[in-house]
């Protein structure tokens, strides 16, 4: 027979550590449901522009900040003393070298274990390898905080499934994976998310069973999509139209859709690292996992080698004036973490063309910040030789391709790489 836990919501108090994709959307819905619950963040600028009700990630609109009760947002960590209840949702990157990079998790764990307190509860939201929260953040917590794991306080892992830019599946409506540390610690954390969760939560036996979930699921994707990318570099040299061939296979009903593409973002072309890492350091090397991330990983060169081998036969000479429209690793949303689209433009530009990078989600400080390139606020018209629409956003949906024509001389070629205008047999698509 299951123990039976009592539960009363009023008894937590909750800090979301981290307001970026994941951590503010989460602390806006445990607000519209009457939470005791404040929002934490190092970035001084960041907990400025959300007192004032502005998300610089577009993700969470003014409307919604309005019809929000008043969220206190704070980068000081006194006021997480009051707070018995802490979700870390920081990011979780990879280094140069693919292997992860837990600086933010450790600062997170850092910053808690200092204010930690008997009986508190510690949920890690973050993408990690499995069994992570327990060898690498636990120990932060108790050296910080003197006190001992699951005797003084609890851990919990809960899987974070955003998808930027998806107005859609919102936080409420994606099933949510919940874990403790104990059975007791587990009852809570399952409770206080099913209070926001509409569509539910699915309960694991354990962190390290819930961890292992979490990074299976982009791993999987990640490996479909590369699969469809090598299929579609085989009928490249076969010399007929992938979306076609996809099309046809699609009428078999277990065929999956899955589509060629950039792989990039935060999750999908970072989280398989996590895993690989891990299983290395216990003596087994993937084969399958790393295969499909180097095919990923090399499709933005590919894409570039054979456009400009497109364009050199087509217009005859060596350097082009080029528009890249798309900045962002994914449609409709302004994230630009890993983004695939910036392999095609550094080959494009150590090749010596001239590229101009569009993206109207994405102004020209964040793709200073992050790859150091330029953007501009707007194409000129009859000033392109080819563009590239490398990003499948709706902005440029509304545009029309008859204005993406405008941009370019009376010679062109544009290169639909997502198929955005579903043109075929003829060079606009690949």
Partial sequence: MKKKFNFN?????????GMGYVGLPLTLEFKKRNFDIIGFDINKQRVKELNRSIDTTKEVSSKIFKNSKKIKFTNNQKDLRFCNFFIIAVPTPINKKNKPDLFYLNKASDIVGKILKKKDIVVYESTVYPGATEENCVPILE??????????????YSPERINPG?????????????????????????????????AGT????????AEAAKVIENTQRDLNIALINEFSIIFD?????????????????N???????????????????????????????????????KINDGMGNYLAKKLEKKIIKKLGKKKYKILVLGLAFKENCSDVRNSKVVDIINYLKKKGHKVDIFDPLINNKIAKNYFNISSINYPKFNSYDASIIAVKHNKFKDMGLLKIKKFCKKDYLIFDLKNLFNIRNNELNF
């Fill in 166 to 198: 998806d107005k859609k599946k919102t936080i409420e409506k994606i099933v949510k994976i919940t874990s403790g540390s104990t059975p007791k610690s587990s009852y809570i954390i399952d409770q206080v998310y099913k209070k926001i969760i509409s």
């Fill in 9 to 17: 919501k009023h008894d937590y108090r909750i800090a979301v550590i």
């Fill in 255 to 293: 065929f999956l859709p899955f589509k060629p593409g950039l792989v990039g973002g935060h999750c999908v072309s970072v989280d398989p690292y996590y895993l690989t890492h891990k299983a290395q350091s216990l003596g087994y090397k993937p084969k399958v996992i790393l295969a499909g991330r």
């Fill in 237 to 253: 040299h076969l010399k007929i139209d992938t979306n076609e061939i996809l099309e046809a296979a699609g009428t078999k009903w």
């Fill in 143 to 156: 050296k910080k905080s003197g006190l001992t794991f699951n005797k003084d306080f609890f851990c919990g």
């Fill in 202 to 209: 699915f309960r694991a036996s354990s962190l390290k069973v």
